[in-house]
């Protein structure tokens, strides 16, 4: 990891991570966290593994709301939801982003309309459906980030762009992500003399599931994306844009072993570059995935 | 019993009324059970009689005399009583509306043939609990499930539909969707919620049962059956 910082500990880092924040992956769904609502706070000890050592406070603070509408044509999601998380030391101690304050929105909508239960059999019941296009949810989340001491601190913002429908076996599950990121006050960066302009990265990902008769089933993940407005030391670095793709052939069993059961043994084969890697990276694997089934 | 004395009493006292050619015939086995389940099962019930009492006398009480109190013939063989007689000529006349495969014993008296097979009383296709879990879960069968048809399904396991893919980016869409036609349908059928039921409860309930994925059909379809209020339960 390159360092920037005048400061020892983990200042340089601080900056390397904000300027990746922009750059991850397609996030989790904007959706509410499992446990909604939560408030905590307790003490903490801190070593930022440079020889600094204090004692401090970590809390966070969730609230999440989600509603659901259930009606037959297009039922819907909308989650909304505010985080903050901050640790303090309560003595002088340089830390990467140990104060976050975050807001999000999103909406998951279901290409769907039920039909009425006209009653019947049900082996010989009409779909249930009148039309089914899969799903789509569309999400947008900003945050703000500052160091201990406001030195470094920035607004992040990212918009995210999802559908998936199973039914269509060539459509990939897809992930359209726009993440963005616009320093607020850099000291590092004026030290540097680094422009603090907005800087961000388009991302798009897609997953396929094939089944490939009744035990075998072929996974495809591929992403590409592309930065813009970044610094030259993270283009230089290759940051700035690049593809990933991994396959994964999997047996599917269901074979008892001792208390538990093996559920798929698969070989994958992976290569790309992922969006906070600056290398391009080739793998094989080969794996079991066990599970407690009942 | 809690007394050695009143159990010996009891079961000495019952075994020589069973001695007795006209009051044999009226003692059944069971018939004040539904008192009894308050304490105990009906499998202790049955093996606790069968430890204290002779296996004919058992043999006596729990079958034989009961089924002469129904009106079946007894062991030596004869006729229906005139009861039992007027009862098979009615559902023999009404074969087709019972929406069911009738009983062993008719099927043997009448020579009646069904190919209709019972739907076990938990997946019962008229049960709108049921009838929303398979609707609606119906679309993510592949389609060897579906030839398998509604039976063969009860025992399906969540994570064997094609919905389950938990590393989909978009997995989390995919359970929203599922999760709100399932609670959506149920609520077209105009089923009220039970108490401490509201929709978000019940949306993320059949959420987490569905991202969970062990669940079989059978037992989501218990799960809607305990969030509403249907007018025709689940057993």
Not at chain 1, 54 to 61: F, S
Not at chain 1, 173 to 183: D, E, F, H
Not at chain 1, 233 to 240: I, K, M, P, Y
Not at chain 2, 11 to 28: E, G, K, M, V, Y
Request: glycine share 10%.
């Amino acid at each position: 990891m390159m360092r920037h910082g005048t400061r020892p500990g983990w200042r340089a880092p601080a900056i390397t991570l904000l300027l990746l924040a922009a750059a991850a992956p397609a996030a989790a769904q904007v959706a509410c966290p499992a446990g909604q609502d939560a408030v905590s706070l307790g003490p903490t000890y801190i070593d930022d593994v440079d020889g600094g050592r204090a004692l401090g406070a970590a809390g966070a603070a969730v609230w999440c709301s989600a509603g659901y509408d259930t009606r037959p044509r297009f039922p819907r999601v909308r989650y909304s939801g505010m985080q903050a998380k901050a640790i303090v030391p309560f003595s002088r101690l340089s830390l990467p982003q140990n104060l976050e304050a975050s807001a999000w929105i999103g909406y998951t909508l279901a290409l769907t309309e039920r039909a009425p239960d006209t009653g019947g059999l049900l082996d010989e019941a009409e779909s249930a459906f009148l039309f089914d296009y899969g799903a789509l949810a569309v999400g947008g989340r900003v945050q703000y980030e500052s160091s201990t001491d406001f030195a470094e601190q920035a607004v992040l913002g990212g918009i995210e762009v999802r559908w998936v429908n199973p039914h269509w076996r060539l459509a990939p599950s897809t992930v359209l992500t726009l993440n963005a990121v616009r320093p607020v006050s850099s000291e590092t960066r004026d030290t540097l003399g680094v422009d603090p302009a907005v800087h961000g990265r388009l991302g798009v990902r897609g997953y396929w599931l094939a089944p490939l008769g009744r035990w075998l089933e072929l996974e495809v993940d591929a992403a590409y994306f592309f930065g813009f407005g970044m610094d030259d030391v993270v283009a230089d670095a290759g940051l700035d844009q690049g593809a990933f793709i991994a396959t994964d052939l999997g047996l599917v069993v269901d074979w008892p072993v001792g208390g538990v059961r093996l559920e798929r043994i698969f070989v994958g084969y992976a290569h790309g570059q992922q969006p906070t890697d600056g290398q391009e990276r080739k793998a094989w694997t080969l794996g079991a995935r066990f599970g407690t089934r009942r | 019993m809690r007394n050695a004395d009143d159990e010996q009493h009891y079961f000495r006292t019952l075994a020589s009324l069973l001695q007795d050619d006209h009051l044999r015939r009226r003692i059944l086995f069971g018939t004040d059970s539904w008192m009894l389940r308050m304490d105990m099962t009906e499998s202790v019930y049955w093996e606790y009689y069968r430890r204290h009492l002779s296996r004919e006398d058992f043999e006596r009480i729990a079958s034989l005399a009961p089924r002469e109190f129904l009106g079946f013939p007894g062991t030596d063989g004869g006729a229906l009583r005139p009861n039992l007689e007027r009862h098979v000529r009615y559902l023999d006349a009404n074969r087709d509306a019972f929406g069911a495969a009738p009983a062993g014993w008719f099927q043997e008296i009448t020579g009646a043939v069904s190919a209709t097979k019972r739907d076990p009383a938990d997946w019962s296709q008229w049960a709108p609990a049921v009838r929303c879990t398979y609707r609606m879960c119906k679309q993510y069968m592949s389609s060897a499930q579906v030839r398998g048809g509604y039976r063969a399904n009860r025992t399906t396991r969540l994570s064997e539909l094609t919905y389950y893919r938990p590393r989909d980016p978009n997995f989390g869409l995919l359970v929203d969707t599922l999760a709100l036609n399932l609670v959506g349908c149920s609520e077209d059928q105009g089923a009220p919620f039970r108490e401490q039921w509201t929709r978000p409860h019940a949306v993320e309930r059949v959420k987490s049962a569905l991202e969970d994925g062990t669940m079989q059909l059978v037992e989501l379809a218990g799960l809607l059956d305990s969030i509403f209020r249907f007018e025709e339960p689940l057993v």
